[in-house]
């Protein structure tokens, strides 16, 4: 992720996200972006189509990294054994990708807290980072469809894995951006196992259908105990051939002080409105 992020891309990002901070961003042009970054106003616009495009750049080049290492253990992946892939994990393997996301933010320290704040500022961002989300769980549902058994696959446990991973990675994540200091990788690695307990153990503590709630510390979409691991529980569950009326299960962390507009937008984000 490093090396994709060149110099050129690191310096109009970093330069766009501190002119946003400083002036604002409708105050800031794409003149103001390329002056501070050293670069052509062309050379700008031959990496991105335009200020909304260059807030979420880095995403865009994490996606394709994301795309890239889960590849390598498709059925179809050049070079790979039959036998190496039976010893693949795939539930293992989008908990990976999803880390690459978080560290990737961590090592970008202060422009992530940067943007973090300029999203919660700038409405039109935060409907852009909905859909960036989206894109994030359906290459984490498209892979799982490929690699999981043949009697899962097509469930919607693939569904519920990847929006339950998206949700609680986002939930930590959000958690570090409001105070950096935190080491919260060992509760994300965790949090993580948790789901892949849950998912590979669908019955769960209760088979009861997930239903909404905005309680402190809880799971839009939680069954049973309450934790992340509920919730995959839950809608793998649900998922089960010929056991009735297919469900929705809708899969979203929320921070207990989180506002109604962050309710609102992380409903919209696990619906894929």
């Known amino acids: 992720m490093s090396a994709a992020r060149s110099n050129t891309h690191a310096q109009a990002v970093d330069a766009a996200i501190e002119l946003f901070t400083r002036k604002g961003y409708e105050q800031t042009t794409v003149e103001d972006i390329a002056d501070a970054a050293q670069i052509s106003r062309a050379t700008f616009f031959r990496r991105f189509r335009s200020k909304e495009d260059v807030v979420f ?55 992530s807290v940067a943007r973090h704040r300029l999203l919660q500022d700038v409405p039109a961002l935060r409907d852009r980072e909905l859909v960036t989300t989206h894109r994030y769980e359906r290459a984490f549902t498209s892979y799982l469809r490929d690699t999981l058994p043949a009697d899962t696959r097509h469930s919607t446990a693939s569904v519920a894995f ?38 590979r153990n669908p019955a769960g503590p209760t088979t009861e259908p997930a239903t909404a709630s905005t309680s402190p510390g809880r799971t839009a979409g939680e069954a049973g105990d309450g934790s992340p691991a509920g919730a995959a529980a839950a ?39």
């Open 235 to 273: 809608a793998a569950a649900d998922s089960t051939v010929g056991a009735g009326p297919t469900r929705r299960v809708v899969v979203t962390v929320l921070d207990g002080d989180a506002d109604p507009d962050e309710v609102a937008r992380a409903v919209r984000d696990a619906l894929g409105a």
């Open 162 to 199: 990847a929006a339950s991973v998206v949700a609680v990675h986002n939930a930590i994540l959000r958690r570090w951006l409001r105070d950096p200091e935190q080491d919260l990788r060992p509760e994300l690695e965790e949090a993580f196992a948790d789901l892949r307990r849950a998912a």
């Open 57 to 111: 750049a880095d995403h865009e080049l994490l996606l394709d990294a994301v795309v890239v290492l889960l590849g390598e253990t498709r059925p179809a992946a050049r070079g790979v054994t039959p036998e190496e892939l039976e010893n693949v994990d795939p539930y293992v393997e989008v908990c990976k990708a999803a880390r690459l996301v978080f560290d990737h933010h961590v090592g970008q320290r202060e422009t």
